[in-house]
C-alpha cells in the first residue's frame, strides 16, 4: 500500500497523543497548574495535529463533517466520533486540572476510554481489510493499543508502566512481523481464485490493461523499498522499542526522558511506514504483481 | 446509508464470458466515452499525450496466458469491472454515506457530492474495481451504465450497459442473476458460471464463464472422424527413400 506521509504522521503522533490523555485522564500523572498545562498541551498537539494531518489526504476536505455520519457500519466514522468525543470530554477535564486543580475523575476516566477507543478504532480501519491480509488480524488492534498506552507511558513520565508496555509491545511487534509475512500465503487468494482460471493450469500475467500507470498500481501495489525491509525493521525495532527501553533503565533525567520520547517516534514512524510499504493487497495479483 | 441491504429485489449484473472475449477493449472505450460525458463526473485523464499517460478507467481488459500441465498454452482475455457485490465491503467502510447499494436492482453507486476523497472503499474492494479520479478527486466506478439502462429516451435495444451494447464477440450479457429463468441466470447455470476470488466472501453478482475446453492439436486422432477410412496401408517409404531406409538400417 502506498505508505501517505499524512497518514504515517497521523497514526503515530496522534497514537502517542491519546495514550498520554489516556494517562492523564486516569490521573497519572495528577499534576495541577501550569504542568497539567503542559501535559495537556503536548497531547492535544500531538492527538490533534495527527487529525489535522489526516484530513490532507482527503481528495473533499470541505465536505470532512459527513465523516460523522455513518458511526453504525464505518470504522472510519467511528474514529471520527470517538477522536472528536475524547478531545471535548478531555477538553473540560483539562480545565478542571489546570484552572481549579480540581479532579473530575469521571470526566478523566471516560476521556480515558474514549481515548483508547479512539486508537481502537483507527486499528480497526486497517485490521477490517480482509484484502491486505497483513493487516487483517487480531494482532494489529492490539500492537496499536500497546504501543499508544506504552508511548503514552513514556510522555506521562510513568516510568515501570512505560518499560512493561514497551517490553510486551516489542514482543508484539515481532509476532506482527511474523505473522505477516505469512499472512498472504495463509489468506488462500491467488492469481488461480483471483482469475478462476486455476482449474486449466498455471497462471500468468500476459499483459496488463494499459501501458501506463494507474491509480490502483499507484495506491495499492507500492512496491519501493521493499528491498530494505529488513534494514528498516532493525532501524525500527532498535529505536522505536530498544534504545527506549535502555534509557528507561538508565538513571532519570528529563534529558534523557526526551531522548527516549524521539528515539521512540523515529522508530515507530518508520515502523508505521513499513506498515503500509509492506502491505500486499490482493488486487496486484489481477497485474500479476504483489 | 452505508449498512448494506439485507436483500435486493433484482439483482442487475453482468455475465463475461471468457471463452469469447477476443480482448478488442471495445469495452473499454465505449465505457469510458459513455460515462464520462454522463453520470457524475468525467473520467479524466492526466497526461494523455505525454510520457506518461493514466487515466480513471471503471473497465479494463486483462490477458493472462495460462499454461496447463499437459498441452498448449491458452491466452485469456479478461475484462474486469465492478462485480456489484452482494456483500460490498466497499459500502459499509464509507464514513460518509456517499457509498451505497441499491435495494431495487442491487447496483452499487457513489453520491460523488458527498464523497470525501478517503479512498478507504478503492482499498476494501478486492477486484480494483474503484478508481480515484485524480481532476475531481471523488470516487469513479462502474455505474452498471444506469444513466442508459432506465432511459426511455434511448431506443429499447440500447438500454443495457455501454460495454454490453458495444461487445462484437457478444462475451458480454447483462440482466437479472436474482431470477433464475432469466437469460443471464441460465447462462450461468449452462456454462458454471463462477465467482472471482470466492474466499473473500464478498458474494460477486457479476458471474464470469470459463473458457470452455479447447481442441488438442497434438491429439487429433481422438476427434478426427475420418482417421479409420485414411489408414495408412504401409508404413514404410518406398523407392528411393525406401531403399536409402534399408540401406542404413543394415550399417
Given at each position: 500500500?502506498?505508505?501517505?506521509?499524512?497518514?504515517?504522521?497521523?497514526?503515530?503522533?496522534?497514537?502517542?497523543?491519546?495514550?498520554?490523555?489516556?494517562?492523564?485522564?486516569?490521573?497519572?500523572?495528577?499534576?495541577?497548574?501550569?504542568?497539567?498545562?503542559?501535559?495537556?498541551?503536548?497531547?492535544?498537539?500531538?492527538?490533534?495535529?495527527?487529525?489535522?494531518?489526516?484530513?490532507?489526504?482527503?481528495?473533499?476536505?470541505?465536505?470532512?463533517?459527513?465523516?460523522?455520519?455513518q458511526?453504525?457500519s464505518s470504522w472510519l466514522s467511528?474514529?471520527?466520533?470517538?477522536?472528536?468525543?475524547?478531545?471535548?470530554?478531555?477538553?473540560?477535564?483539562?480545565?478542571?486540572?489546570?484552572?481549579?486543580?480540581?479532579?473530575?475523575?469521571?470526566?478523566?476516566?471516560?476521556?480515558?476510554?474514549?481515548?483508547?477507543?479512539?486508537?481502537?478504532?483507527?486499528?480497526?480501519?486497517?485490521?477490517?481489510?480482509?484484502?491486505?491480509?497483513?493487516?487483517?488480524?487480531?494482532?494489529?488492534?492490539?500492537?496499536?493499543?500497546?504501543?499508544?498506552?506504552?508511548?503514552?507511558?513514556?510522555?506521562?513520565?510513568?516510568?515501570?508502566?512505560?518499560?512493561?508496555?514497551?517490553?510486551?509491545?516489542?514482543?508484539?511487534?515481532?509476532?506482527?512481523?511474523?505473522?505477516?509475512?505469512?499472512?498472504?500465503?495463509?489468506?488462500?487468494?491467488?492469481?488461480?481464485?483471483?482469475?478462476?482460471?486455476?482449474?486449466?493450469?498455471?497462471?500468468?500475467?500476459?499483459?496488463?490493461?494499459?501501458?501506463?500507470?494507474?491509480?490502483?498500481?499507484?495506491?495499492?501495489?507500492?512496491?519501493?523499498?521493499?528491498?530494505?525491509?529488513?534494514?528498516?525493521?532493525?532501524?525500527?525495532?532498535?529505536?522505536?522499542?530498544?534504545?527506549?527501553?535502555?534509557?528507561?533503565?538508565?538513571?532519570?533525567?528529563?534529558?534523557?526522558?526526551?531522548?527516549?520520547?524521539?528515539?521512540?517516534?523515529?522508530?515507530?514512524?518508520?515502523?508505521?511506514?513499513?506498515?503500509?510499504?509492506?502491505?500486499?493487497?490482493?488486487?496486484?495479483?489481477?497485474?500479476?504483481?504483489? | 446509508?452505508t449498512?448494506?441491504?439485507?436483500?435486493?429485489?433484482?439483482?442487475?449484473?453482468?455475465?463475461?464470458?471468457?471463452?469469447?472475449?477476443?480482448?478488442?477493449?471495445?469495452?473499454?472505450?465505449?465505457?469510458?466515452?459513455?460515462?464520462?460525458?454522463?453520470?457524475?463526473?468525467?473520467?479524466?485523464?492526466?497526461?494523455?499525450?505525454?510520457?506518461?499517460?493514466?487515466?480513471?478507467?471503471?473497465?479494463?481488459?486483462?490477458?493472462?496466458?495460462?499454461?496447463?500441465?499437459?498441452?498448449?498454452?491458452?491466452?485469456?482475455?479478461?475484462?474486469?469491472?465492478?462485480?456489484?457485490?452482494?456483500?460490498?465491503?466497499?459500502?459499509t467502510v464509507c464514513p460518509?454515506?456517499?457509498?451505497?447499494?441499491?435495494?431495487?436492482?442491487?447496483?452499487?453507486?457513489?453520491?460523488?457530492?458527498?464523497?470525501?476523497?478517503?479512498?478507504?472503499?478503492?482499498?476494501?474492494?478486492?477486484?480494483?474495481?474503484?478508481?480515484?479520479?485524480?481532476?475531481?478527486?471523488?470516487?469513479?466506478?462502474?455505474?452498471?451504465?444506469?444513466?442508459?439502462?432506465?432511459?426511455?429516451?434511448?431506443?429499447?435495444?440500447?438500454?443495457?450497459?455501454?460495454?454490453?451494447?458495444?461487445?462484437?464477440?457478444?462475451?458480454?450479457?447483462?440482466?437479472?442473476?436474482?431470477?433464475?429463468?432469466?437469460?443471464?441466470?441460465?447462462?450461468?447455470?449452462?456454462?458454471?458460471?463462477?465467482?472471482?476470488?470466492?474466499?473473500?466472501?464478498?458474494?460477486?453478482?457479476?458471474?464470469?464463464?470459463?473458457?470452455?475446453?479447447?481442441?488438442?492439436?497434438?491429439?487429433?486422432?481422438?476427434?478426427?472422424?475420418?482417421?479409420?477410412?485414411?489408414?495408412?496401408?504401409?508404413?514404410?517409404?518406398?523407392?528411393?527413400?525406401?531403399?536409402?531406409?534399408?540401406?542404413?538400417?543394415?550399417?
Open positions: 500500500m502506498h505508505p501517505a506521509p499524512s497518514i504515517i504522521a497521523f497514526s503515530t503522533l496522534s497514537g502517542l497523543g491519546f495514550g498520554l490523555l489516556f494517562w492523564l485522564g486516569i490521573g497519572m500523572p495528577g499534576s495541577t497548574g501550569l504542568v497539567a498545562f503542559v501535559f495537556f498541551a503536548i497531547a492535544y498537539v500531538l492527538a490533534g495535529g495527527g487529525l489535522i494531518a489526516s484530513a490532507f489526504h482527503l481528495g473533499h476536505p470541505e465536505r470532512g463533517l459527513l465523516a460523522f455520519t458511526w453504525r467511528r474514529e471520527a466520533v470517538c477522536a472528536v468525543a475524547t478531545l471535548i470530554i478531555m477538553g473540560l477535564y483539562a480545565v478542571g486540572r489546570v484552572f481549579f486543580a480540581a479532579d473530575w475523575f469521571v470526566l478523566g476516566w471516560l476521556g480515558a476510554a474514549l481515548s483508547l477507543g479512539t486508537v481502537f478504532t483507527t486499528s480497526m480501519i486497517y485490521t477490517q481489510m480482509k484484502t491486505v491480509p497483513r493487516w487483517y488480524s487480531p494482532l494489529t488492534p492490539a500492537l496499536y493499543l500497546t504501543l499508544a498506552i506504552g508511548g503514552g507511558a513514556l510522555l506521562a513520565g510513568q516510568v515501570i508502566w512505560a518499560l512493561g508496555l514497551l517490553v510486551l509491545a516489542s514482543a508484539l511487534q515481532l509476532a506482527w512481523w511474523w505473522q505477516g509475512d505469512r499472512a498472504f500465503a495463509a489468506s488462500g487468494t491467488t492469481m488461480a481464485t483471483a482469475t478462476g482460471l486455476g482449474h486449466i493450469g498455471t497462471v500468468r500475467a500476459f499483459e496488463p490493461p494499459h501501458t501506463g500507470p494507474n491509480y490502483l498500481l499507484r495506491e495499492m501495489v507500492f512496491v519501493i523499498a521493499r528491498k530494505h525491509a529488513l534494514k528498516l525493521r532493525i532501524i525500527a525495532f532498535a529505536l522505536g522499542y530498544a534504545l527506549p527501553l535502555a534509557l528507561l533503565l538508565a538513571p532519570f533525567s528529563h534529558w534523557i526522558g526526551l531522548t527516549a520520547v524521539l528515539c521512540h517516534i523515529i522508530g515507530i514512524l518508520t515502523s508505521r511506514w513499513l506498515f503500509f510499504a509492506e502491505a500486499e493487497h490482493v488486487v496486484g495479483l489481477y497485474y500479476g504483481k504483489r | 446509508m449498512t448494506l441491504p439485507s436483500s435486493t429485489r433484482r439483482k442487475l449484473g453482468l455475465v463475461i464470458d471468457l471463452d469469447t472475449c477476443v480482448g478488442c477493449h471495445a469495452c473499454v472505450v465505449s465505457c469510458k466515452g459513455w460515462n464520462t460525458e454522463n453520470y457524475g463526473a468525467p473520467l479524466s485523464d492526466q497526461d494523455p499525450y505525454g510520457a506518461e499517460p493514466s487515466g480513471t478507467f471503471l473497465n479494463r481488459v486483462h490477458s493472462y496466458e495460462v499454461q496447463p500441465d499437459d498441452g498448449t498454452a491458452q491466452l485469456v482475455h479478461f475484462p474486469k469491472s465492478c462485480l456489484h457485490c452482494d456483500n460490498a465491503p466497499c459500502v460518509t454515506g456517499a457509498s451505497y447499494k441499491r435495494q431495487e436492482d442491487g447496483i452499487v453507486l457513489v453520491n460523488e457530492d458527498t464523497c470525501i476523497g478517503c479512498g478507504l472503499c478503492a482499498w476494501a474492494c478486492p477486484y480494483g474495481a474503484r478508481e480515484m479520479d485524480a481532476a475531481a478527486k471523488v470516487m469513479k466506478k462502474c455505474t452498471l451504465c444506469v444513466d442508459r439502462i432506465y432511459n426511455e429516451n434511448l431506443p429499447e435495444v440500447d438500454r443495457v450497459p455501454a460495454c454490453v451494447r458495444t461487445c462484437p464477440s457478444n462475451a458480454r450479457h447483462f440482466g437479472d442473476l436474482a431470477d433464475p429463468d432469466s437469460d443471464v441466470s441460465q447462462l450461468v447455470a449452462a456454462r458454471g458460471g463462477m465467482d472471482l476470488m470466492p474466499e473473500q466472501g464478498t458474494a460477486p453478482v457479476n458471474k464470469y464463464l470459463p473458457p470452455r475446453l479447447k481442441d488438442r492439436l497434438d491429439r487429433t486422432e481422438e476427434i478426427d472422424v475420418l482417421a479409420p477410412f485414411l489408414a495408412p496401408v504401409t508404413d514404410q517409404p518406398k523407392g528411393f527413400l525406401g531403399w536409402l531406409d534399408k540401406a542404413l538400417d543394415k550399417i
